[in-house]
């Protein structure tokens, strides 16, 4: 599944089901929790890492939507600049 395929489903299921859809600094903190959650399945080596580290994903795709960025094609050019790098 493309980026940009993960980010328009994740808002369509934010909208369906009336999850937040317009508190971003919310939508941050849900992201945090989701990464540290993601981290500590990581560290117990918990069966649920993966679910959590898609929870990640969807969770950024849905800050990129709210705040009206293609995030398939700024993951594109970041992929791009750090092959760039010399360091």
Known sequence: MDIIS????AWQNKVLKGFNTTD???EFCMLQEKVAAAFTA???KDMILAEELADVV???S???EMV???L???V?????KNAARSD
């Not at 993960?6 to 489903?9: A, G, H, I, L, P």
């Not at 594109?76 to 791009?80: G, P, W």
């Open 68 to 70: 009206g960025l293609d």
């Open 72 to 74: 398939g094609r700024e």
């Open 62 to 64: 849905s800050i990129a």
């Open 6 to 9: 993960v980010q328009q489903k």
């Open 76 to 80: 594109q050019v970041k992929v791009d």
């Open 58 to 60: 969807l969770y950024a």
């Open 42 to 44: 990581w560290r117990r």
């Open 24 to 26: 971003v600094p919310m």
